[in-house]
């Protein structure tokens, strides 16, 4: 837990407080070079699950970050960025979409891709924030490194958004 002076309160995993195994999931530099190129992102960004930096290297200036592990917690972060492009925590995935909306007019998300339609309380928030604009499938989650074999990709939201979801079935190369 960190403790989130702004806010006034820790940030909990999820509601036991421990973080889950999912939470801990790196992504592989192959991997976020991929999604990187894929979108092309211009403008500020930001990394709000930094871990071992593969996504924030790749950056360009503007670029920023926040690890949890090295006391910078995402929910304290309050600036506007064009871009946020990370492998979120899973266990408090809702969380975590919620408070992108507030701060991104882009972001991507390298999850299981059962995360865009995982409840109507995301699809309330994703409606009032723009849109899914694509969902690219990247292949099974044992490809990229992770632990499990569901189906795994990037879900970009886009601020404001209101054209059809693109589904993208490319497998990244390993």
Request: charged share 25%; glycine share 8%; net charge positive.
């Given at each position: ?47 709000p ?9 790749l ?14 917690d ?16 899973y ?61 795994v ?22």
């Amino acid at each position: 837990m960190s403790f989130c002076a702004r806010k006034g309160k820790p940030t909990k995993a999820n509601k036991s407080g421990v973080a889950t195994a999912a939470d801990s999931v790196m992504t592989r530099k192959e991997t976020a070079k991929f999604i990187y190129d894929w979108y092309k992102p211009e403008g500020s960004i930001l990394e709000p699950a930094a871990g071992s930096n593969v996504f924030y290297d790749l950056f360009c200036q503007p670029k920023y970050r926040c690890e949890i592990t090295e006391g910078t917690d995402f929910f304290c972060w309050d600036k506007k960025v064009d871009w946020i492009i990370t492998n979120p925590p899973y266990s408090i995935y809702d969380k975590f979409l919620e408070h992108c909306f507030g701060i991104a007019d882009n972001i991507v998300l390298f999850v299981p891709v059962a995360k865009a339609l995982k409840s109507n309380k995301i699809m309330k928030m994703v409606e009032k924030y723009g849109g899914l604009k694509e969902i690219l499938y990247m292949g099974g989650g044992q490809q990229h490194g992770f632990a499990f074999g569901f189906p795994v990709g990037c879900l970009y939201y886009k601020r404001n958004y209101n054209g059809k979801t693109l589904i993208t079935l490319r497998v990244a190369q390993k």
